[in-house]
């Protein structure tokens, strides 16, 4: 991880992005700045800017299928879902069609944005006393063997998607990934890294929860080693599923010859999930939420997952002047981490599946509620405990992101993951690829909102978003992580809005992560928690943090995977921007 000296700009009347990128201050190096000539000095490039289209997936070779898919002619979504198949191929260690999948779609045609929901369910046939006599002394869900699995609903969501808004033949669509599953792509110096260790970590766990390792291993090893940075891998068994698909469709996996693989391998390992399981899956279509920032329209998808978390914090910083505090100062850094607290409170109690415990959406995202919750943020002391908040009383009755914009004004956001690691460790007979683990956040607490039942879909921490200005499409953006994410989206928005910085300085500017308070499985992780920063971050900031009260560690790693697409609607053309502590790259035509 390089480090970089980081130097606080306070950038003052500056309306928006659009005016930003203009902006010659916003723009202009400072003396004795970094390596570039132009930029603020700790950016690591500057955006991709283009006209006809635009990708930012987490892997180069990932965006290039993208933008080969625009160019025959498909849409954003054809776009995209060719890079999510090339992303489980060339990024198994944090996604692929044995994983779940959220979309946000802006459509040119309709004037709308549209959201989509893939998440899959526990199996029908296992109750909470049967996973609870499973786990014995346990206190929570294993992230490794069957327990965790959840049906997975990428590929439902892929169709879904395509059905509505691709134009491509669905073989046409997945032909990129095809081929370099049967030919081979390098493998990352990230991946790589991430291959070893998750491999190693099989290793270990094998016989302690993960019933079978020896699929994962003839899947990712070549000749008993992981890939090394630069080598050839090839998943012929994963091409082999991506074809099945491209002739048989959704039904391929759910009613047909997958579903049926999985269900004989899960009896044969002693798992739960069942081909029922599979035929009855269903995503759904539905309507984002969002809150007004500043004049900016902020969208995320409701529970089951966790983008609401955003668009409170959101609510709490409106009344702030954060621009005159300074980026990276002690005030705006307290701010967002009190709010992510107060915030997260709530993800514990109240997000959950809504088919079996709705949240108070208008509650929790009213100007009331979070007008009662900032009476708890004092600027000069850390609160020593949040608290989730009472929002019913009111008088009102890792993950890989990926972004696509087409010639037509399509706008795709989209996020997809196994979860935690690779996933479960399991690879189902001859597939190709893992299962998540995403039912270990389920809660094991009678009466807790997401606690664990059959059929349900778990707590989901992955999020897509999306910003309006004026009606009209501005910005389409995610970053990964686990919980990372709805404190990275508003990392990212304030310092967009509030302090002028173009779309790559966004994401390159240092961030926190707190962790800590209660969680959504119902454990609870210690009142005040931990506040994680890169080193970029001021001393004087961090010094004045601990001054506050807060519990404060440096560290090299762990805080998201950030991509972006951002609409300049003035001059009609497209910017890019992609995580540097990644393999992301945005690439435009």
Request: overall charge negative.
């Amino acid at each position: 991880m390089r480090r970089w000296i980081f130097k606080v700009f306070v950038l003052i009347g500056i309306a928006g992005m659009g005016h930003a990128m203009a902006d010659e201050n916003a723009n202009s190096a400072s003396p004795g700045g970094g390596d570039r000539s132009v930029g603020l000095p700790f950016a690591t490039r500057a955006p991709v800017i283009a006209p006809h289209g635009m990708a930012a997936t987490a892997h180069p070779l990932a965006s290039q299928v993208a933008i080969d898919i625009l160019k025959r002619g498909g849409s954003a979504v054809d776009a995209a879902i060719a890079a999510n198949a090339a992303l489980g191929l060339m990024e198994p260690v944090g996604c692929g069609v044995g994983g779940d999948l959220f979309a946000i779609v802006w459509d040119p045609k309709t004037k709308k944005l549209y959201g989509y929901n893939s998440s899959g369910r526990t199996p029908k046939g296992r109750s909470l006393a049967d996973l609870k006599a499973k786990l014995g002394d346990e206190k929570g869900i294993p992230s490794v063997g069957s327990l965790p699995v959840t049906v997975p609903g990428t590929v439902d969501g892929w169709f879904a998607l395509h059905d509505r808004f691709g134009k491509l033949r669905m073989k046409k669509v997945l032909n990129p990934a095809i081929s370099y599953a049967e030919e081979g792509f390098p493998v990352t110096q990230l991946i790589a890294y991430y291959l070893k260790g998750n491999m190693a970590a099989f290793d270990r766990l094998e016989g302690k929860w993960l019933e079978e390792a020896d699929n994962a291993r003839a899947t990712y090893l070549v000749d008993g080693q992981t890939p090394a940075e630069g080598e050839l891998f090839r998943n012929p068994d994963l091409a082999n599923t991506y074809r099945l698909l491209a002739k048989k469709g959704r039904a391929g996996f759910y009613e047909g010859e997958i579903a049926q693989t999985i269900d004989a391998y899960m009896k044969r390992i002693g798992g739960d999930l069942r081909y029922d399981d599979f035929a009855s899956h269903s995503g759904e279509w539905i309507e984002p939420v969002s809150v007004n920032y500043r004049g900016y329209d902020v969208f995320e998808l409701p529970p089951n997952t966790q983008g609401m978390a955003a668009l409170q914090m959101l609510n709490l910083l409106e009344p702030y002047d954060l621009a005159s505090m300074g980026a990276q100062s002690a005030d705006v850094l307290h701010l967002m981490i009190e709010a992510k607290r107060l915030a997260f409170e709530d993800v514990a109690k109240f997000y959950a599946d809504p088919a079996f415990s709705p949240a108070p959406i208008d509650d929790l995202l009213s100007d009331e509620y979070a007008n009662q919750r900032r009476t708890l943020i004092n600027m000069d002391t850390a609160m020593k405990e949040a608290g989730p908040g009472l929002p019913r009383p009111l008088q009102h009755g890792d993950t890989t992101y990926l972004t696509v914009a087409d010639k037509d004004g399509m706008m795709v956001s989209l996020i997809q993951s196994n979860y935690r690691g690779m996933g479960s460790g399991l690879v189902p007979d001859g597939l190709g690829f893992m299962l998540q683990d995403r039912g270990q956040l389920f809660s094991l607490e009678e009466g807790h909102a997401n606690v664990y039942a059959p059929g349900k879909r778990p707590f989901h921490t992955i999020i897509p978003a999306f910003v309006m200005k004026d009606g009209e499409p501005f910005m389409s953006f995610g970053l990964m992580g686990g919980p990372m994410q709805p404190q990275g989206h508003v990392q990212v928005l304030v310092n967009i809005i509030d302090f002028g910085m173009n779309l790559q300085e966004a994401g390159d500017a240092a961030r926190f992560r707190h962790e800590g308070g209660r969680q959504p499985t119902g454990t609870n992780e210690g009142d005040l928690g931990i506040v994680y920063l890169e080193s970029g971050v001021p001393v004087s900031s961090q010094e004045e943090l601990k001054a506050r009260g807060h519990e404060i560690q440096v560290k090299p790693g762990g805080f998201g995977g950030y991509q972006a697409i951002y609409w300049d609607r003035e001059r009609q053309v497209y910017h890019g921007a992609s995580e540097m502590r990644k393999d992301g790259q945005a690439i435009g035509y």
